[in-house]
């Protein structure tokens, strides 16, 4: 009983930290994700670099061997999505790629190559005010 009992604890643990369902997410599930990320991988570190119009943070989760300081000679690159509060492709991407970098680091041999050679840094959306007020509707919708 104790194992099967640890095992659906550790699996909920897993689950909650990594798992990444593909769909738009609002801005506090967003939120909470990056903060399981950052608190589940070790290479990970998450800062908000300010605060929208409404607010609300804007994040910036940086990967790689050593992610919460610049070293000379690594070269460090940025990801930003959702610019436009109606353009969210870029939102969805960003988190699948924070995704497959965090499954893929140490069982991958391209990711891990990859975080230990530089740092990247992944500002999912750069406006959650009006990736919040926008709608929802793909097909009926204006926009971008």
């Not at 689950?15 to 599930?29: K, P």
């Not at 605060?51 to 690594?74: A, C, F, T, Y």
């Not at 391209?110 to 750069?126: D, G, P």
Request: proline residues 3%; glycine residues 8%.
């Amino acid at each position: 009983m104790f194992i099967l009992a640890l095992c659906l604890y550790l699996g909920k643990l897993v689950s909650s930290g990594v798992s990444l369902e593909f769909r738009y997410h609002n801005t506090v599930e967003v939120e909470r994700y990056l903060r399981d990320v950052n608190n589940t991988f070790q290479f990970t570190h998450l800062h908000s670099i300010g605060k929208s119009v409404e607010g609300r943070d804007l994040w910036v989760l940086i990967l790689g061997k050593n992610p919460s300081e610049h070293q000379m000679g690594i070269p460090e690159f940025k990801y930003v999505g959702n610019m436009h509060g109606n353009e969210v492709v870029g939102r969805v991407l960003l988190l699948q790629l924070i995704d497959h970098l965090t499954r893929g680091y140490l069982s991958d041999p391209l990711v891990t190559r990859l975080l230990n050679s530089t740092r990247v840094h992944i500002l999912v959306s750069m406006n959650p005010d009006g990736f919040e007020s926008s709608s929802r509707d793909c097909m009926y919708s204006q926009g971008r």
